[in-house]
C-alpha cells in the first residue's frame, strides 16, 4: 500500500510537470524571420525578404515557411523602338515556399504577372537562394 501511494504521487507530480512545461509549438506564425532573398523569376531577377508567414519547424536550426514575399523585380521591358517603357525595378507581393537550413535559404517562389494588352495575366515561378541573419 505503501508503494501504491509512492507510485501515485510520483504519476501525479509527473503529469502536473508536463503540463508545466509544456512543448513547443512546430507551426506557427511570423510576422518577419530576417531572411533576405535573391532569384530568378519571369526571365528578370527579384530581391525579397519573407514577409507574413506560417513557419513548421522541424529541427532546431530547420524549418519551412509558407507565406508572402514582399519583392523588388529586376527585369527590363522588351517593347518596341519608340515605345513607352516601365522602369526595370518594380515592387511585387509573391507567394511561395522558403526552406531554412541553419543560415541558408532557399525558396520556390510566384509571382502574378498582370495582364497587358499584349499578354494575359499568369503565375510565375522562380528559384532564389538566401542567408537567414
Known amino acids: 500500500m505503501d508503494q501504491m501511494k509512492k507510485l501515485l504521487t510520483v504519476c501525479l507530480l509527473l503529469m502536473i510537470s508536463s503540463q508545466m512545461y509544456g512543448q513547443e509549438k512546430i507551426v506557427k506564425g511570423s510576422l518577419f524571420e530576417g ?5 530568378y523569376a519571369d526571365h528578370g531577377a527579384y530581391i525579397n525578404c519573407t514577409g507574413p508567414a506560417l513557419k513548421y519547424t522541424f529541427a532546431p536550426k530547420s524549418c519551412l515557411l509558407v507565406g508572402l514575399l514582399p519583392s523588388l523585380k529586376l527585369k527590363e521591358d522588351q517593347v518596341d523602338p519608340g515605345k513607352p517603357k516601365n522602369s526595370w525595378i518594380t515592387p511585387s507581393l509573391g507567394f511561395g515556399l522558403t526552406a531554412v537550413f541553419r543560415h541558408i535559404a532557399i525558396q520556390l517562389p ?18 532564389g537562394m538566401g542567408y537567414k541573419f
Open 35 to 39: 531572411i533576405v532573398v535573391a532569384g
Open 110 to 127: 510566384a509571382f502574378y504577372t498582370a495582364k497587358t494588352s499584349a499578354a494575359d495575366g499568369k503565375w510565375r515561378l522562380g528559384v
